[in-house]
């Protein structure tokens, strides 16, 4: 229970307070316009009201003021949000990606209504996928047995698990329509779109168990797409991944 927080989620990423700071931000400046609208509107409403005996007078005040402070107000805080924040912010988050050898780097392929995770296992090489190779229980990735890279890789369905204090490199796609990975406390979130892979990062800072939600309508069964995400330490982390099978034995058939 403690993971849902007050406001927002209890963060468990090293980026999350840069979300949760524009976030909040963005709803104080929301709140304080609410407010000094709300003032400037009952003030009115009672200064022009119309009194026993007297016409209502609509003179004494400049009509363009407020609407013009209103629209500077708004002006100066979009630019500042947007340079001052947002855009340096996503440059960062999409462009200065960490090194893929210091990293956990996964595969993720969503489907209706299912998340397909995909480890390069030993060797660190992500083996082909053909799609007509595609099984639904013993190669749900459609993974190439005559490509030696792939015969040690490790898929899962709905089972996320990664190390914590490690960047972690996710290229998401899917294999039919849109989705949404989402991974609330860690602040993630991306659109999966059929016919491209598009990678994401994040640091998680804490160890815990949660949910991967899928934040995008994508059929009947979207209540049910949801999957498994941990993050355990360096050493569970291994151990897990070392009991793993590999998809594909060692002669390159299924695993069944």
Request: contains cysteine; aromatic residues 10%; charged residues 15%.
């Given at each position: 229970m403690d993971d849902y927080g007050l406001w927002l989620p209890k963060s468990a990423?090293?980026?999350?307070?840069?979300?949760?700071?524009?976030?909040?931000?963005?709803?104080?400046?929301?709140?304080?316009m609410f407010v000094v609208w709300g003032v400037f509107f009952i003030y009115f409403l009672a200064k022009f009201r119309e009194k026993s005996g007297q016409r209502v007078s609509y003179k004494g005040f400049p009509k363009v003021i407020v609407p013009v402070s209103m629209i500077a107000f708004v002006t100066v805080f979009?630019?500042?949000?947007?340079?001052?924040?947002?855009?340096?912010?996503?440059?960062?988050?999409?462009?200065?990606?960490?090194l893929a050898d210091k990293s956990t780097v996964v595969r993720i392929v969503a489907q209706q209504f299912a998340w397909n995770i995909h480890y390069p296992g030993e060797d660190g090489v992500f083996g082909k996928t053909d799609p007509y190779?595609?099984?639904?229980?013993?190669?749900?990735?459609?993974?190439?047995?005559?490509?030696?890279?792939?015969r040690d890789d490790i898929t899962t369905l709905g089972q996320l698990h990664i190390p914590v204090n490690k960047p972690v490199i996710i290229h998401l796609t899917t294999r039919d329509v849109i989705h949404s990975f989402s991974l609330p406390t860690m602040r993630v979130k991306q659109d999966a779109i059929p016919g491209m892979s598009i990678p994401l990062w994040f640091v998680p800072n804490r160890t815990g168990d949660w949910q991967?939600?899928?934040?995008?309508?994508?059929g009947n069964s979207h209540f049910n797409m949801k999957g498994i995400f941990k993050v355990q330490t360096e050493d569970e982390f291994n151990s897990w991944l070392a009991e793993r099978e590999p998809t594909l034995g060692e002669e390159g058939e299924e695993v069944w």
């Open positions: 990423s090293t980026f999350a307070h840069e979300i949760d700071s524009a976030i909040n931000l963005v709803h104080i400046l929301m709140l304080i979009d630019i500042y949000m947007l340079f001052g924040h947002d855009i340096p912010f996503w440059h960062k988050l999409k462009t200065d990606f960490p190779l595609i099984d639904e229980q013993a190669n749900p990735l459609g993974l190439d047995s005559t490509d030696s890279y792939a991967i939600a899928c934040a995008q309508l994508c």
